[in-house]
């Protein structure tokens, strides 16, 4: 593992829960902040590997990397609260704004991962992670008929896309930078259409598209 980063992360949901513990399981020092007190302890301690609860805004100034754990709409809200505090550092959203029929929530608007961007200007975010049910990041490590599992990773900043490269591969995953920021959106409506398939049809993604030999024709 390269040099271990200090990450803050924002929520005590099962993603802060799967990321974060693999993560602290490969030696980065995570701080896990939540405005419940005692949900931040209780993850904390599940986590283990010197993991340690705080506050929301302890937990922001904590990390050279925060991941966002929140549901869509309330990490904006969150992440504007604490802009100044998140100034400088690699703000990892994975969020999916998918509602009731697997509609996309965003719209025609700016993705989720963009209204984090304009909530705290300051910060340098990737989109990241939201392709997973939080369940296969809990994989040691995530590998399917012999193939580590690829993420694509949206940023505009170069030391915030080698800051989730780093994280990617200590899940055993394979980092595929998927363009600037301003691609977030195509991540979010493509968990949109795999979650309606995989969940509303029973379907296997995976059979969609062809070999990468045979990708271009």
């Not at 869509?72 to 400088?88: K, N």
Request: some cysteine; overall charge neutral.
């Amino acid at each position: 593992m390269t040099e271990p980063l200090t990450i803050g992360v924002l929520g005590t949901g099962r993603m802060a829960d799967a990321l974060a513990t693999r993560w602290a399981r490969a030696g980065h020092r995570v701080t896990v902040g939540g405005r419940d007190a005692a949900r931040a302890r209780r993850l904390a301690d599940r986590i283990g590997h010197g993991a340690r609860p705080a506050g929301l805004r302890a937990a922001a100034e904590a990390g050279e990397v925060v991941l966002v754990a929140l549901p869509y709409g309330a990490g904006a809200e969150v992440v504007g609260e604490l802009r100044d505090a998140l100034a400088g550092r690699t703000l990892i959203d994975c969020a999916n704004p998918v509602g009731p029929g697997f509609r996309l929530l965003t719209g025609q608007g700016p993705s989720a991962a963009h209204q984090l961007a304009d909530a705290a200007p300051g910060a340098r975010v990737v989109k990241a992670f939201n392709l997973c049910h939080e369940d296969v990041w809990r994989l040691q490590p995530p590998v399917f008929d012999g193939r580590p599992l690829a993420v694509p990773l949206c940023g505009d900043h170069p030391d915030a896309l080698a800051h989730a490269a780093t994280l990617v591969r200590d899940l055993g995953c394979t980092p595929v930078h998927a363009g600037p920021l301003a691609r977030a959106h195509l991540l979010e409506a493509t968990a949109a259409l795999f979650i309606g398939l995989w969940v509303g049809q029973n379907a296997d993604v995976q059979a969609i598209a062809p070999p990468l030999t045979h990708a271009a024709g």
